[in-house]
């Protein structure tokens, strides 16, 4: 069934006029001005073809077709703020659903979701299997990808673009490459990996040096099974905590936002 186009904005004007009985005090109410709610009053009678209000020497006075339609608007404005009530229902929800790189997820996620978890009792994590998943698709709340920037999305940076170049204590004299990596000029590396992930497990094998963004590897490099070949320096690309508006602005996910933004 069609339904018919209801005026919502000019229909709330007229409740605030409704109770105060007053275009100023329900001016006042709404931070407008008394005359954009005596248009908005015009143009709902027009719509409607009926008029609401009449001065007297008393004052503003609701017409009988006006107090016809007031207890009904009321009840309706009532079944929208519970229709929103449940809508944002999930978002009190300690239930999170993240994508993110597995290499970022072990070296630097874990162990600071592992306190808010222990700040924050009841609090449960989905991971999904796969970093690059569509938000829509897997109802993610979140994701961290390695990335410029944002792009259409909501985020914050999580580590400075810095990225910096690594290798074990003992490692073989080759080059690790993966995508998104620029090594040296003419320098042929001796593996190409994938991610930043196998980079990283490879380099940690010995089996060349690697330049990793320092966010990843900044724990080997602090235990001693990484020794930094090169002083970090600026990269382009950094790890950012992204999500669309909607999930953004929810409570839920900006009490993680605001706890792994502040770290």
């Known amino acids: 069934m069609k339904r018919t186009h209801l005026p919502l904005n000019a229909l709330r004007v007229f409740d605030a006029a409704a109770r105060h009985l007053s275009f100023t005090r329900a001016a006042d109410e ?39 339609g007031l207890d009904p608007l009321r009840e309706g404005f009532m079944r929208f703020e519970e229709s929103v009530a449940a ?11 993240i994508a993110v790189p597995r290499e970022f997820y072990a070296e630097w996620l874990a ?3 592992a306190k ?3 700040d924050t009792p009841g609090v449960q994590y989905i991971l999904a299997p796969d970093e690059h998943a569509d938000f829509t698709e897997a109802n993610l709340d979140l994701a ?5 920037g944002p792009g259409e999305l ?14 074990a204590p003992e490692y073989r004299e080759a080059w690790i490459d993966w995508p998104g990596m620029t090594l040296p000029d003419g320098i042929n590396p001796c593996i ?6 196998q980079a990283l497990a490879s380099a940690l094998a010995g089996m060349g040096r690697t330049i990793l963004p320092l966010a990843l590897a900044e724990r080997a490099i602090a235990s001693g099974t990484l020794t930094a070949l090169t002083e ?24 993680l936002v605001g706890y792994l933004a502040a770290d």
């Open 30 to 68: 709404l931070a407008v001005t008394p005359a954009a709610v005596g248009q908005q009053i015009r143009a709902l009678e027009d719509v409607l073809g009926v008029v609401l209000f009449r001065r007297t020497s008393k004052g503003l006075e609701l017409t009988p077709e006006g107090e016809a």
């Open 87 to 97: 809508m944002q229902a999930g978002q009190a929800s300690d239930r999170y659903t």
């Open 111 to 113: 162990p600071r979701l």
């Open 116 to 118: 808010f978890q222990a």
């Open 144 to 148: 961290i990808r390695l990335v410029d």
């Open 154 to 167: 909501q985020g914050v940076q999580l580590a400075p673009a810095m990225r910096v170049t690594v290798a």
């Open 192 to 197: 190409r990996a994938g991610s930043p992930g």
């Open 232 to 255: 970090p320096e600026p990269g382009t690309r950094a790890y950012w905590l992204l999500a669309p508006p909607p999930q953004w602005r929810s409570k839920k996910v900006r009490a």
